[in-house]
């Protein structure tokens, strides 16, 4: 069986690094799969990634890549092993069910890893790969894996608040952040890294990032967005509504959404964050007007801020013919 969900260790000094991580996850990154979480670098009660930002919990031990929704694990996305090593641990049978609150934890209470698989590669090097779709592992224990090898695919089974695999790296026990591997470093974004040149490139560090950005013809919530349900587009005689999804908002953000046709903001919305959000959904829109909204291009417009300074801004077009 797998270890539970969490080694136990704060960030291990690593002068002589003998490991090379390439992706865990066959996907592109920023186009079908995002980082959410990275290590949490602060032993107290804060929270800091190891580029100086809040992108982690308090706690959290490794990195998290996600897919956009849960409907993108019927694809099968491949796990796969990021260093060569051999299965020492794993698990699988145990449900796909997203964590929304205390209670949902309850039934995994020691399995919070869900299905996954631990992969040991020498001089105490382990890897850890989480919350994988049940009934895809891929490989059984006493297996020689290559780097590159399909362990199972991605799910979100255990303790998983999104569809996604947890990457967790430890040497002789102690969590190893892989993004800066050494204890005492200050944050930056360039310090020692276990990735390899192509791995690091494309995981390179998003101050926030944006899932979804559309027009639809309803007010949306957020479990619509996160379960992938099938979006209606506006017709002349429906609601328009522009809506934006992000993830990794810190507070203080001032985030806004505009649905605009020939550069007119028929309908607008904002909002300042009172705290971090993991992720975050906004919408404005409005109702058909009498006759029907006129043929043309319509732009959701999306904007972020921080500090004063823009961080995200993207639009989106739909035409209404």
């Not at 790296?169 to 952040?177: A, G, I």
Request: glycine share 10%; net charge negative.
């Amino acid at each position: 069986m797998l270890t539970r969900v969490l080694f136990v260790g704060l960030l291990v000094s690593t002068p002589a690094l003998a490991l090379e991580l390439s992706q865990p996850i066959d996907c592109t990154p920023g186009t079908d799969c995002f980082i959410q979480q990275y290590v949490d670098r602060d032993e107290g009660p804060g929270v800091q990634d190891y580029a100086c930002g809040a992108e982690t919990y308090d706690g959290h031990k490794g990195t998290d890549i996600r897919l956009r929704t849960t409907a993108d694990v019927e694809k099968g996305v491949a796990v796969k092993a990021s260093a060569e090593g051999t299965v020492i641990g794993l698990r699988d049978g145990v449900d796909d069910h997203l964590v929304r609150s205390a209670a949902d934890r309850v039934p995994i209470k020691d399995r919070e890893c869900g299905n996954g698989v631990l992969l040991e590669h020498g001089e105490g090097w382990k890897t850890q790969y989480c919350h994988m779709r049940k009934g895809s592992v891929a490989v059984q224990k006493g297996d020689q894996v290559t780097a590159g090898a399909k362990l199972g695919e991605v799910g979100y089974s255990g303790d998983a608040a999104f569809a996604h695999v947890h990457l967790q790296v430890t040497k002789d026990d102690k969590v190893v952040d892989p993004f800066l591997a050494e204890e005492k470093a200050s944050c930056t974004k360039d310090g020692l890294t276990l990735w390899s040149k192509e791995a690091k490139a494309a995981l390179s560090y998003k101050e926030g990032t944006v899932l979804a950005l559309g027009l639809a013809d309803h007010g949306l919530d957020l479990a619509e967005l996160e379960t992938g349900a099938a979006m209606k587009t506006p017709t002349a005689q429906t609601p328009i509504v522009a809506y934006v999804w992000a993830i990794n908002l810190q507070k203080g953000d001032i985030i806004q959404i505009a649905l605009i046709k020939d550069g007119e903001v028929l309908q607008n919305n904002s909002d300042t964050l009172d705290r971090a959000k993991a992720q975050y959904m906004l919408f404005a829109g409005k109702k058909a007007p009498q006759g029907g909204w006129p043929k043309g291009s319509y732009k959701a417009s999306a904007k972020v801020s921080r500090s004063g300074a823009t961080v995200i801004e993207e639009d989106k077009t739909f035409e209404l013919n």
